[in-house]
Structures are given as structure tokens and as C-alpha cells.
Nanobody
Framework: QAQLEESGGGLVQTGGSLNLSCAGSGRIFTITTCAMGWFRQAPGEEREFVAGMSWSGAITYYADSVKGRFTISRDNAKNTVSLQMSDLRPEDTAIYYC?????????????????WGRGTQVTVSS
């Protein structure tokens, strides 16, 4: 089992920055390696894999729409993953979900992730 709790969402103007954090807890983190990442979902849209990192950090992924603007990082000792977002745009407005799943690589599809946080709202005003 794993529990994920996000923080750091909010309202920001176009061009601004936000840092999302996610704290993981539960037995899964003590018995196996886990990929961690972030999905987002805007109203009326499908969930999109925004960024992810494998347990070792050797594999990272960024959606094309966020490359160069978002940076993912993780601390395995604390079971945390962060998403530093800069140069935010109105199209980044969405609920952002922290995810994790047992894996040595980096899954990229929503159904591949077993554990989801409740989500945190990010709103970028124009």
C-alpha cells in the first residue's frame, strides 16, 4: 500500500512559477523500487502524463508541452517527488496528481500507476 499527499498548488499569473511537492508513505516504499511522477487533468480533457522519474533517476520523462519549463526531482530517502514549474501558461491549468507504482523503469500510461494522490489545483490566469 502507498499513500500520496500533494501540496503546492494555487493561483498564479502567466509567466509565474509554482513548486508542487508530493510525500509518499506506506509499505510499498520499503519493499521495492517505485517510479514516481505527475499527471494532470484539465476540465473536459484526458489525464496527461506530465513528468516522471524512475527510482534510480536514470530515466526521466517530460511531456513536450512542458519541456524546458518543468523540472522533476525526487528524494528516495524521504519518498518525495517535486515538480518545479516555471513560465506557467493558462493551458497548464489543471488538477495535478502525484502517482507512484512499483517499477524499475518508468511507466507512462495512467493505468500503469497503482497509487494516486487526491490532486492539487493549479490555475494560471492570463
Amino acid at each position: 500500500q502507498a499513500q500520496l499527499e500533494e501540496s503546492g498548488g494555487g493561483l498564479v499569473q502567466t509567466g509565474g512559477s509554482l513548486n508542487l511537492s508530493c510525500a509518499g508513505s506506506g509499505r510499498i516504499f520499503t519493499i521495492t523500487t517505485c517510479a514516481m511522477g505527475w499527471f494532470r487533468q484539465a476540465p473536459g480533457e484526458e489525464r496527461e502524463f506530465v513528468a516522471g522519474m524512475s527510482w534510480s533517476g536514470a530515466i526521466t520523462y517530460y511531456a513536450d508541452s512542458v519541456k524546458g519549463r518543468f523540472t522533476i526531482s525526487r528524494d528516495n530517502a524521504k519518498n518525495t517527488v517535486s515538480l518545479q514549474m516555471s513560465d506557467l501558461r493558462p493551458e497548464d491549468t489543471a488538477i495535478y496528481y502525484c502517482v507512484t507504482t512499483p517499477a524499475s523503469a518508468l511507466p507512462q500510461l495512467a493505468w500503469e500507476y497503482d497509487y494516486w494522490g487526491r490532486g492539487t489545483q493549479v490555475t494560471v490566469s492570463s
